[in-house]
């Protein structure tokens, strides 16, 4: 019994607050809308080359016709605003969930599942997390869910995901094991690159120079730090500082392999943000009242901004800003802070 | 009355207790996912989807320090007999999922490539590509290619399989 109620309390105990939240909702929102999935192209696809993955798309005989997947589109734009702007949160949230669930899940049953699911589950876990309760229409008129219970119920929401999260790396971290990635004799990762540079000619960014660099001491220690950082995010989500500090290294990770294998898998990125205490970064936490009006303008003014002088695709950018982001957040959390620490402690 | 009052006294801690646990049954319930996943990988061969994944990529390096890999080459015959090499990413519609992983997953060496499905696909693309031209058929191939990891030298190339996709008379 005593397990159990720890657990509750665990699950309870939060870093965050409803302005981080929402500010969490508002650059969601923005990158979404700018980064957003789009499915109607499924419906070029002849209806009965359907090949669903197993699960409820299974029930299904057929792609439901061309028109649907435009509908879905505008659907997901619509929801993606009420989300950003705060009108319904909870509701729209959920409902964004759903309906990316339903449009992942089509454009999966063409074979190749791309795995989007923490973007999809993302909105549906932060309606729980009132993410609606400031810096939106809710507020405003007054639909927001304030009462003690509720908010206790937002934090567990956040730990929820966080947990999903670690499971769902967890199993990369598996299937990795079980393919050989730990073997000395072999050297996984390197292998991959050869294949994406020679066959899918991903020769971007510093994908020439990983393919002229064959050490295979180097390239092992990548295997093993890839599989050690995936198994480890679920032990890192026991306590909120660590889990931020696994975070920051997954953005890292995943900035390395945008530069090395030329893939951008931004889904994660979107659920990973919810996860930054946005209140404590200086600027974003002086501002008050109706400056938060101008906050969402900024931000995407912001994103145009740097894709337009950095020249990459807006996938890019938003990783390599996450990641340049988590380094500056690893150096001065795990180094320059503590060192400041001992210093002020010397003197005293 | 006095039986509801009653009822309620009794339930109320009950569902206070409930509301305080509901997070740990989510807690459980996204723990047993994973062995559920492993389970179902397991029985269908296959990824399940809505799943808690992420990508695993596996290895891809032989026994023999080689990376394999299985190219597709789509040639399109006009009725003049002329062939045309066609790029798969012009024929595959653009798509946020790797339309060259659909194409490998879909018509890949292993895989029968129904007519009924696929041939009205390709005849539209190809119109689509080349408005002028009126194409008789077409022919993928499909060659496996080895690289040796140490100078990333091709060892070997060889044809696995070859599909024709006749569109009959024009």
Redesign the interface.
């Known amino acids: 019994m005593t397990t ?1 109620i720890d ?2 309390r665990w ?2 105990a939060s870093d965050y607050d409803d302005k981080d939240t929402a500010i969490s909702r508002v650059i969601f929102g923005s990158l979404f809308l700018m980064l957003k ?3 109607s ?2 419906g ?3 209806r ?2 359907y ?7 299974q029930l299904l005989a057929e792609f439901p016709p061309p028109w649907f997947f435009v509908m879905l589109d505008y659907a997901v734009t619509v929801l993606g605003v009420c989300v950003l702007i705060g009108y319904t949160t909870k509701i729209t949230s959920v409902l964004l969930s759903l309906l990316l ?1 339903m449009g ?2 089509f ?2 049953s ?6 989007t ?2 973007l ?1 589950l993302t909105p549906m876990f932060m309606a729980f997390a009132n993410w609606g309760n400031l810096l939106s229409i809710d507020s405003r008129q007054g639909r927001t869910s304030g009462n003690q ?1 509720s908010a206790t ?1 937002g934090l ?2 956040m ?2 995901l966080a ?2 999260i670690g ?6 971290a ?3 094991f079980r ?3 730990l ?1 000395l004799s ?3 990762a ?3 690159e ?2 994406q540079y ?3 000619g991903r020769e971007g960014f510093l994908a020439e120079i990983a ?1 002229s660099t ?1 050490l295979p001491l180097l390239w092992e220690a990548i295997d093993w730090m890839t599989v050690a950082l ?1 198994g480890a995010l679920l032990i890192l989500a026991l306590s909120w500082r660590t889990w931020r500090i696994g975070l920051a290294l997954i953005c890292i990770f995943h900035l390395g392999v945008l530069l090395v294998f030329n893939i951008s ?1 931004w889904y ?1 990125i979107l659920a990973y943000i919810v996860f930054v205490r946005w209140s404590k970064v200086s600027f974003i936490g002086r501002i008050r009242g109706k400056m938060f009006l101008l906050f969402v303008p900024c931000i995407i003014a912001v994103e145009v901004l740097l894709v337009w002088l950095a020249n990459f695709s807006i996938e890019s950018t938003v990783i390599i800003f996450s990641g340049g982001i988590s380094a500056f957040y690893l150096v001065n959390h795990l180094m320059v802070r503590p060192t400041l620490l001992l210093r002020n402690r010397y003197k005293d | 009355m006095r039986v509801m009052n009653y009822l309620t006294e009794r339930i109320a801690p009950l569902r206070g207790a409930m509301t305080s646990f509901k997070p740990a049954i989510g807690l459980i319930a996204i723990l047993c996912v994973l062995p559920i996943e492993v389970l179902v990988v397991r029985a269908s061969g296959h990824e399940p989807y809505p799943a808690l994944f992420q990508p695993s990529f596996g290895t891809v390096e032989q026994s023999d320090s080689t990376v394999k890999y299985d190219f597709g080459k789509l040639t399109a015959t006009t009725v003049d007999g002329e062939k045309l090499e066609v790029d798969p990413y012009q024929i595959m519609p653009s798509s946020s999922v790797d339309p060259i992983s659909i194409w490998s997953i879909r018509f890949g060496p292993d895989k029968e490539i129904e007519p009924d499905i696929w041939l009205g696909f390709f005849k539209n693309s190809l119109t689509r590509l080349y408005p002028h031209e009126q194409f008789a058929k077409v022919t993928i191939e499909w060659y496996e290619i080895k690289l040796r990891v140490s100078d990333q030298k091709q060892v070997s190339k060889h044809l696995i399989s070859s599909t024709n996709l006749d569109f009959g008379k024009p």
């Open positions: 159990k657990i509750v699950l309870k999935p789009t499915f192209w499924i070029e696809y002849p009965n080359s090949m669903p993955p197993p699960g409820p798309f669930l992942y899940g454009s999966f063409l074979g190749k599942i791309d795995h699911i923490l999809a219970s119920a567990s929401a730990r929820l947990v999903s499971v769902a790396m967890l199993t990369a598996l299937m990795k393919g050989g990635w073997s072999s050297q996984a390197y292998s991959h050869i294949a020679f066959f899918k393919v064959h995936e898998f994660n």
